[in-house]
T-cell receptor, first 110, second 114 residues
Framework: QKEVEQDPGPLSVPEGAIVSLNCTYS??????FMWYRQYSRKGPELLMY????GNKEDGRFTAQVDKSSKYISLFIRDSQPSDSATYLC??????????FGPGTSLSVIP | EAEVAQSPRYKITEKSQAVAFWCDPI?????LYWYRQILGQGPELLVQ????????DSQLPKDRFSAERLKGVDSTLKIQPAELGDSAMYLC????????????FGPGTRLTVL
């Protein structure tokens, strides 16, 4: 079993839809949870960073962490064509390297 | 806005040849990372530097890969000899410190080994 699992997609939604992206993990020592966005032929960029269980909102993006279920989600409201990218979840213990999921490819159709 | 610079952006080479990638992190960032990202997968850490010292190279194939950051600023990752399975995106990232801070990624070098 991989440490971090993520549905690779591709996921295709119409503009304006609510998008739900999810990751599961196996290592209960993970304490920091991140979502990165990666456009084609570019490096990843950090979207959201959370430490504890619960929700964190930033504009159209909401990150949700459920440590008891070892499950994290990213919700995108009012999705835009510019949101079309690969979304990588990532997580870290307090002293170790960051482990990335394989990414979910998202296309938002105008 | 400060960015991580990488060169070249694309590299095509034949197997058994040597290749080198260069990274210039954001000024003032003490920690530098090299990642390898195979198509359809997430980045995997190859090596992490704190200033000029290697703090994690456990996933670096040391028989063919080497990395250095001589003055604690820019860094070079070398592969010799390149193998077909090395075809991937090589990403450099930097952060202010080794404890969690946002990692800023460069645009990557896309390597194709023929």
């Amino acid at each position: 079993q991989k440490e971090v699992e993520q549905d690779p997609g591709p996921l295709s939604v119409p503009e304006g839809a609510i998008v739900s992206l999810n990751c599961t993990y196996s290592n209960s020592a993970f304490q920091y949870f991140m979502w990165y966005r990666q456009y084609s032929r570019k490096g990843p960029e950090l979207l959201m960073y959370t430490y504890s269980s619960g929700n964190k909102e930033d504009g159209r993006f909401t990150a949700q962490v459920d440590k008891s279920s070892k499950y994290i989600s990213l919700f995108i409201r009012d999705s835009q064509p510019s949101d079309s990218a690969t979304y990588l979840c990532a997580m870290e213990t307090s002293y170790d390297k960051v482990i990335f999921g394989p990414g979910t490819s998202l296309s938002v159709i105008p | 806005e400060a960015e991580v610079a990488q060169s070249p952006r694309y590299k095509i080479t034949e197997k058994s040849q040597a290749v080198a990638f260069w990274c210039d992190p954001i000024s003032g960032h003490a920690t530098l990372y090299w990642y390898r990202q195979i198509l359809g997968q997430g980045p995997e850490l190859l090596v992490q530097f704190q200033d000029e010292s290697v703090v994690d190279d456990s996933q670096l194939p040391k028989d063919r890969f080497s990395a250095e950051r001589l003055k604690g600023v820019d860094s070079t990752l070398k592969i010799q000899p390149a193998e077909l399975g090395d075809s991937a995106m090589y990403l450099c990232a930097s952060s202010l410190t080794a404890s969690y801070n946002e990692q800023f990624f460069g645009p990557g070098t896309r390597l194709t080994v023929l």
